[in-house]
């Protein structure tokens, strides 16, 4: 820290990404990005005229990217947000729907960026913790006078709540927003966009980063009732405008014009998960019931650190949390068949030695 460093920001502890070592090819399971190229049409768009542009400015409305969503989600135009990775649209979110007064409520193990922008803008936030079995139940979420944030599938358990769950929350949160993030909701658990029509207080939170193979691209979207959608065009109005490039732009309206491209991929990564999960449990793993595109398991025979370090050392990343509560599982991406594989080998590898 230099010593001009504002001092509301002394204490900040910044989020940490998964690592990207760049000393070897690692077979990359710890950053839940899809193994898949982006569509072929998306290689194409970006290839094409649109680079010739790029001494202009994109439009910062975003109406041609914006107009392909509503019509993809069945919502109008009005309903759809678009920014620089849905990392961006939490911030925002935080931004302009938090304050001292008003706190946010999120689970205690969770994607851990809430907890940063809650510390970033001073807010008075609860961590609700999970139940023993790292599942939610929506009534500690009941009355919190408070901002809701919760990941829907859940990080890094993979595990998801029902459209019915999420509207009980809903309903008994009428003079607050509720944010669902559903950055792995593509892989099998179910969508609540729908519930944004009935529902003037939710914000549904979604990424191209996994399901649509464009994390290097940066691009989220939200959908929610127009007023909310306002308010944050207001936050992004006054930060950056332009904060979608237009490669990036051009990438997210082509990749919606390959949905089948993408529903394959994700159905690939659904089975791969159910086959790997059923591989470490044969070989003694527990697992969560994840609906997500990767796996949240402990051996029985090897702590979760001591997993993550073996599995490194022999060329595979996956990602183990500090968190007391979480400290003996590993979170593996799913990747293709062919790479876990290699994960269960080295697995099989590691677990003869212990
Ligand atoms: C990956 C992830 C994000 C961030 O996605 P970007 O669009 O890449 O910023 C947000 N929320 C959760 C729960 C995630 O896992």
Do not use: W
């Not at 960026?113 to 970033?120: H, M, S």
Request: glycine residues 6%; proline residues 4%.
């Amino acid at each position: 820290m230099s010593k001009f460093l504002s001092r509301r920001f002394s204490s900040l502890v910044p989020y940490t990404p998964g690592e990207q070592p760049r000393d070897m090819e690692y077979v990359k399971l710890n950053t839940n990005e899809s193994p898949f190229a982006p569509s072929p049409k998306v290689i194409a768009a970006v290839n094409g005229e649109e680079v010739k542009k790029l001494n202009l400015y994109p439009d910062p409305t975003g109406k041609a990217l914006i107009q392909k969503l509503a019509e993809t989600y069945g919502v109008g135009e009005e309903n759809v947000f678009i920014s620089n990775g849905s990392d961006d649209i939490l911030n925002f979110s935080f931004m302009a729907f938090c304050d001292k007064d008003k706190g946010a409520f999120f689970p205690e193990i969770s994607y851990g960026f809430y907890e940063v922008y809650a510390e970033l803008y001073g807010i008075n936030y609860k961590k609700i913790p999970l139940n023993s079995d790292f599942s939610i139940t929506p009534a500690h979420y009941f009355n919190a006078g408070s901002t809701v944030v919760i990941a829907n599938p859940n990080a890094p358990t993979g595990l998801a709540l029902s459209v019915a769950q999420v509207e009980e929350i809903l309903k008994a949160n009428a003079n607050d927003v509720v944010i669902i993030d559903e950055a792995y909701v593509d892989f099998g658990a179910e969508s609540c966009v729908a519930l944004t029509k009935k529902y003037n207080n939710l914000i549904v939170v979604m990424t191209y980063s996994k399901s649509r193979s464009l994390a290097g691209g940066r691009l989220g979207f939200a959908i929610a009732h127009k007023d909310l959608i306002r308010d944050l065009n207001t936050i992004k109005y006054s930060t950056n405008p332009y904060n979608i490039n237009r490669l990036t732009m051009a990438a997210g309206i082509a990749s919606l014009e390959d949905a089948d491209y993408y529903k394959n991929c994700n159905k690939n990564t659904a089975e791969v998960r159910e086959y790997t999960k059923a591989e470490l449990q044969k070989r003694g793993f527990t697992l969560t019931d994840s609906k997500a595109n990767f796996l949240f398991a402990k051996s029985d025979k090897i702590g979760g650190e001591e997993y993550y370090m073996a599995l490194k050392s022999r060329g595979v990343l996956v990602r183990h949390f500090k968190n007391e509560k979480i400290k003996d599982y590993v979170r593996i991406t799913i990747g293709t068949k062919q790479q876990m594989d290699v994960l269960l080998l080295k697995t099989d590898e590691i677990l003869s030695e212990v």
